[in-house]
């Protein structure tokens, strides 16, 4: 079987070291460079650690943030920015290096997981497989899958397969995990960085990314997906989902090399090159939301505080044409212990709520509304004030905008979700600003990095006449509206 990059390796011994010093390491045998001699555990926590980092700090903070009207470049003398829509070919490269290499890794704890014949972490793997592969259709779409990470075969020019196939795919393996989770079978492994060997916590994470991604396709296949969706809403013994903030997906960064934020120095994630938008600063004050003064510093005038005060994205000139200091990310957020998200229970009461509001399952909209704007505040360690629900911005309306308005602050820092929760919905309603790219079009997707089209260029060609196109403007299979 294959060596382990050092690289990786590296990483794989460190990440053993979060453990207490009575863990037992004889898991690794005495030949450490090979992947025969490692546990399936082994590999999970690099994997945990490499994608979730990569989500915050790239997905979500330098693409995501600028589309979604969170963050705004200043001062702003450059036309070509994501958050103008303006998006070059390299929009995409890190997410797709970053998640085609943990990819590789994946499948080695897939191989790892059977030669051990440990269900839980097969089923651990199959998750991250379906969520890493999810990840990368709904940016790119179509994309190297069935001939993907098979260069010991020979294949170095994987085919670009049709992302509804990989969608299909992708349902397939959450099922499969779904079923095989053993809750009598305990972990003598190495302590995950995610759920400490839970894999009844595990198990409902299968279950909820696998409810997000039929939401997120029902539009195009309405009859598959929502009788998949009652099914599981209904029957909880056998689909189990989050119930609670206790079974929130969050990863931890600790502070504790190698399990340090993304940030290299904690002065980039707020520095004086970025300010918030006032979409995003304005509805958290009319919403007088208690997670403003975690995620935001207030504006300055004169050097004096004059309270929370953005700038529109899109905004184009230099600092003289603003004549206050706007607000900034709070670093606090990139700080240790700093969160990674994957998913909240925040977000499966918003998902009831929105099939509640359309009248696709039985229950009260209102409270499902209410229980993820709970949930989502407490996640960030803030109670919701008593009268919160009394604020007309916050009362329930029985409104799609309005629960995606809110869900989308649930979704902070959540990698792509905001974006893609746009795509399906068009919420919220962001203000269209002058100087802006693209007719004012939301980009649909990220073009195909230039290193895939110059070294697997055939299939590139392939993919891009199969998709009728290779521009921002090319839906995911998906995006049908």
């Given at each position: 079987m294959k060596k382990i990059k050092n690289s990786i390796l590296a990483i794989v011994i460190a990440s053993l070291t979060l453990s207490s010093c009575t863990d037992n390491f004889e898991e690794i045998n005495t030949d450490p460079n090979r992947l025969d001699a490692i546990s399936p555990s082994t590999l999970l926590n690099p994997i945990l650690y490499g994608v979730t980092n990569h989500n915050s700090y790239s997905a979500y903070f330098y693409r995501n943030a600028f589309l979604m009207q969170t963050i705004v470049p200043f001062p702003s003398d450059v036309e070509e920015r994501y958050d103008r829509y303006h998006v070059t070919e390299n929009i995409g490269t890190t997410m797709w290096n970053n998640h085609y290499r943990w990819l590789k890794n994946i499948e080695e704890m897939l191989v790892a997981s059977e030669q051990a014949a440990d269900p839980n972490y097969k089923a651990v793997a199959l998750t991250l497989k379906a969520w890493c592969y999810a990840n990368l259709v709904d940016c790119f779409g179509d994309i190297p899958f069935s001939e993907a990470s098979k260069g010991?075969?020979?294949?170095?020019?994987p085919k670009f397969d049709d992302q509804r196939e990989i969608y299909k795919t992708i349902f397939e393996y959450l099922e499969e995990?779904?079923?095989?989770?053993?809750s009598n079978k305990k972990s003598n492994y190495t302590a995950d960085l995610l759920y400490a060997n839970d894999f009844t916590k595990w198990r409902k994470l299968t279950n909820s990314i696998h409810l997000r991604l039929l939401l997120q396709v029902s539009d195009a296949q309405p009859a598959i997906s929502f009788q998949k969706i009652n099914t599981m809403l209904t029957d909880a013994a056998t689909y189990p989902i989050f119930e609670s903030n206790a079974d929130n997906a969050i990863l931890i960064n600790t502070g504790i090399t190698p399990n340090i934020t993304p940030w290299p120095r904690?002065?980039?994630?707020r520095g004086g090159a970025r300010k918030l938008s006032t979409f995003f600063i304005d509805n958290l004050v009319a919403m007088d939301d208690p997670r403003l003064p975690l995620w935001a510093t207030k504006a300055k005038k004169d050097n004096v505080e004059i309270g929370y005060k953005g700038i529109p994205s899109g905004f184009f000139g230099n600092e003289s044409l603003i004549d206050y200091a706007p607000s900034e990310p709070n670093d606090a957020q990139a700080k240790t212990p700093m969160k990674n998200f994957i998913m909240?229970?925040?977000?499966?009461e918003f998902i009831k709520a929105e099939l509640i509001q359309k009248g696709l399952i039985a229950g009260d909209a209102q409270s499902a509304y209410e229980k993820g704007i709970i949930a989502a505040i407490e996640t960030w360690g803030v109670k919701v004030p008593t009268t919160y629900f009394e604020n007309p911005k916050n009362k329930f309306n029985n409104t799609l905008e309005q629960i995606i308005l809110h869900k989308y602050f649930a979704l902070h820092f959540?990698?792509?979700?905001?974006?893609n929760n746009f795509r399906r919905t068009g919420y919220p309603s962001m203000p269209l600003v002058e100087n802006i790219h693209n007719n004012g079009i939301m980009p649909s997707r990220y073009p195909y990095p230039p290193n895939i089209k110059q070294q697997n260029r055939n299939e590139y060609i392939k993919a891009v006449e199969n998709m009728g196109g290779d521009d921002m403007n090319i839906k995911?299979?998906?995006d049908i509206n």
């Open positions: 010991e075969l020979g294949i170095t020019n995990a779904n079923a095989i989770y053993d904690i002065q980039d994630f909240t229970y925040a977000e499966i959540t990698d792509n979700q905001q974006w995911i299979w998906w």
